[in-house]
């Protein structure tokens, strides 16, 4: 055991103590730049308004949330960069974890979140942890996502058709104040502009992407990125079960 892991261990049974208390070319993602031209003929606003009754609707689908030039505040003073896994709306899902403690120590754990209870996995001592907190001060895939959808600005535009994955997808556009992605990013504070994309099937009005450009906080590098891609819906059938 490192010298540095040492001193951090203080933190670490700390933290845990008070868990327990409390568009372009063809590139590697598949993705294709068709035209500038929309080829929906609702408005934006009613566009994204389909697309979030349609995740509403969902049984299940998989999320991957990834960062460039920064990291999200959670819980226990840890640093999300990385978190994927399964959702079975409107309040069930299991995630990967991959965050940065105090000292730059790199933490990879695990969260299960069933109807209001969440459990957070020990990355040292193994098992899990019924925590205290609201899933959406780690992530909400589901609240998130709709909300961003239904609170869109009404200056949000079509942009640039693409191809996803083999999936026809229209792209939108907007800048968001800081206090309407809240419900999607934890520590989201009013009164900062986000570029906001997204891309939405044509045919099936589902969101494939989500990408934030830009501080929440003041914290926030000025160059952060957020992208949040969904894929899988309704992959078949998906139990999410409480940790033993």
Known sequence: MT??????????????????????????????EDSDEATVTETPQDFLSSAADE?????????LLTHENGATDIVLDLA??????????????????????????GIDTEVIAIDDEVFFGNPFGGGFITADFDIGEILDPVGGVVALLRNAPDDVEYAAS?????????????????????????????GFQVEVTIWIGKDDRLP??????????????????RLIELSSFNGGSLTIEPPE
């Open 3 to 32: 010298k540095r892991l040492l001193l951090l261990l203080p933190w670490l049974a700390g933290a845990f103590l008070l868990l327990g208390a409390c568009g372009g070319d063809d590139d590697d993602d598949g993705s294709n």
């Open 55 to 63: 995740i509403e609707q969902l049984e299940n689908f998989h999320f």
């Open 80 to 105: 999300m960069t990385r978190a994927e896994g399964d959702v079975i709306p409107p309040d069930t899902l299991q995630a990967d974890v991959e965050a940065e403690g105090p000292g730059g120590i």
């Open 162 to 190: 693409e191809t996803i994955g083999g999936v026809d997808t229209q792209v939108v556009a907007a800048a968001f104040d800081s206090a309407l992605l809240e419900d999607l990013i934890p520590g989201a504070d009013p």
């Open 208 to 225: 494939y992407r989500v990408l934030l450009v830009g501080p929440l906080n003041e914290d926030d590098p000025a160059d952060i990125e």
